[in-house]
């Protein structure tokens, strides 16, 4: 499997798929430990504070070097990798926080409807935060973890298929060795059931983006997954559409994002002056 997809980015029988092929099989290999997860419960600030921890987490936590990649690319040949600023990143990531944003809403829709955790049927959920919020967008106090996926029509089709983008792969692995059961809830962007599935397994995602990594930092990469779903949906309830509410989101990451560069420019500035 890993390898068909590796042997699509070349020309047949090229010696880099091996090499390829070692570097997942690697990185397969990193174990992660499982962090406890903080949870919260969403107020009618929830979004802001959402935003303000990502964006602090970005310009402030997160150590590694970012890099921008052609995930264009159809051959290894045309992959690319560039260094960019925390700023150019921070200003991408906080183009389109739909994705950052719906928990609370996903969150507050599943408690008026009365959400039944699937493994142990109680209805106290939390929004998971904090480093250890891998896979943990939504979580049950019995451990299990719920990732909110908001989706468009092209991708839709995807999960028809059983398969869905995941995160992480290290921390699923991590979190299957410790017995945890993951679901993913998706929601149309455009309003329309809301739907939970139990996630199978994942399979380490090899795209253009890792390929990238590859050939420019490995030390760098990290694996991110392909999630197999159930075939079996249960229908949570019927979700409103969601653009609007992802342009508000917008609007506030905008002025968040000015506040949080602000401050940086005066550090830089008091930098500057004192050399
Ligand atoms: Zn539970």
Redesign the pocket.
């Known amino acids: 499997m890993t390898q068909m997809n590796i042997a699509k980015f070349f020309h047949r029988g090229d010696p880099r798929i091996r090499k390829v092929q070692k570097f997942v099989e690697k990185l397969q290999r990193v174990h992660a430990e499982v962090s406890p997860i903080e949870t919260w419960i969403p107020d009618s600030n929830a979004v802001p504070t959402i935003l303000v921890g990502e964006i602090h987490y970005l310009l402030h936590v997160k150590k590694d070097p970012y890099y921008n990649a052609n995930i264009r690319a159809k051959t290894y040949d045309e992959c690319t990798l560039e260094r960019q600023s925390i700023y150019r990143t921070a200003q991408d990531y906080m183009e389109r926080p739909l994705g950052l944003c719906a928990e609370p809403v996903v969150w507050e829709n599943l408690t008026k409807n009365r959400f ?7 209805t ?2 939390r929004l998971g935060g904090g480093s250890g919020s891998a896979w943990a967008d939504i979580v ?5 973890l719920l990732e909110v996926k908001t989706v468009n029509r092209n991708v839709m089709k995807m999960v028809q298929r059983n398969k869905m983008r995941g995160g992480n792969y290290k921390y699923f692995k991590a979190q299957r060795r410790n017995g945890t059961t993951h679901y993913m809830i998706i929601v149309p962007k455009e309003g329309g059931d809301v739907i939970l599935k139990k996630i199978q397994y994942v399979n380490p995602r090899i795209d253009a983006k890792l390929l990238s990594f590859h050939k420019y930092a490995p030390e760098h990469a990290s694996l991110k997954s392909n999630a197999v779903l159930r075939r079996e949906s249960i229908t949570l309830y019927k979700g409103e559409n969601l653009l609007d509410y992802g342009e508000e989101c917008k609007i506030l990451a905008e002025k968040l994002l000015k506040l949080a560069f602000a401050r940086y420019a005066r550090t830089i500035q008091r930098f500057f002056k004192s050399i």
């Open positions: 039944q955790c699937p493994e142990c049927a109680s106290d959920i049950c106090t019995c451990g299990t």
